[in-house]
């Protein structure tokens, strides 16, 4: 049995390819900065959760699309050459579950034994850093977005995309929300600047690659409105540059870093 052919019974085509480019680029910087596995597999679990995480611990989402996510966490965590005994365990009890509810094929059911002991076999390490996804986005200027970090949401305004439908160009709103917010919370609110060392706060933009599907397939960013002028930014001293190319994941940090004298 191959991780492919684990993955294929699931019949989530679009779930497991979005997993697996998170995976390739989350270890692929792993890499290039740990040469431990335990330690490379510290740097990436924290990021890919705060990401799918959105779909496992939110009540919207169906049972049944929860336990294929886990069950496809854990099969390509193992195909990266990483093995985690906590996500292997809500695996196992996902491939039951699916069973339960008779939400797969007769061969998944005839062949879960044989995934369970898959999923818990010593995965052989990956021996050079797997390619960067190609990135592509689906959404489009004027788009609005909420962006999902841990317990909190913030908005983005997508002043364009750069490239060939490769990045968006985002710009904060100066808000930070328990839930998905309303336009009507975000329409009369100023973009959100980085304030540097300086003190002076400057208008701050991002180029995210990886910020692909629209419906986000992990949950994590939602479509609020379309086609809407771009947040007031006035109020703050030009950019240090046009503005930050990063990846999805490295947006974690940069999130953090612009709402810390907020939180």
């Known amino acids: 049995m191959t991780h492919q052919q684990i993955l294929d019974k699931l019949a989530a085509k679009h779930l497991v390819k979005s997993i697996d ?143 060939a439908n490769e990045s968006p160009i985002l710009e904060f709103y100066d808000g930070i929300f328990d839930k998905v917010p309303t336009w009507e919370e975000l329409e009369n609110l100023c973009a959100k600047g980085q304030i540097y060392n300086d003190g002076i706060e400057r208008i701050s933009k991002f180029s995210v690659y990886g910020l692909k599907h629209e419906p986000d397939t992990a949950n994590q960013i939602r479509l609020i409105k379309v086609s809407v002028d771009k947040p007031a930014n006035d109020h703050l001293e030009e950019s240090i540059g046009l503005y930050s190319v990063i990846d999805l994941f490295k947006l974690q940090h940069e999130i953090k870093n612009l709402f810390k004298l907020s939180k």
């Open 21 to 163: 480019d998170d995976l390739a680029t989350v270890t692929f910087h792993a890499m290039c900065y740990e040469k431990d596995t335990e330690k490379q597999l510290l740097y990436i679990l924290p990021k890919l959760l705060n990401r799918w995480n959105c779909v496992l611990n939110a009540s919207e989402i169906s049972n049944k699309y929860k336990q294929k996510t886990i069950l496809a966490l854990s099969v390509l965590i193992h195909k990266y050459g990483f093995k985690d005994d906590t996500i292997n365990k809500r695996a196992i009890e996902a491939i039951d579950l699916l069973n339960k509810e008779v939400a797969l094929s007769d061969d998944f059911f005839r062949k879960s034994e044989e995934i369970k002991q898959f999923i818990l076999s010593s995965p052989a390490p990956l021996k050079r850093k797997p390619s960067i996804p190609e990135s592509i986005t689906f959404y489009r200027k004027g788009d609005v977005i909420s962006i999902q970090l841990e317990d909190h949401f913030y908005a983005a305004y997508i002043h364009k995309i750069s490239g």
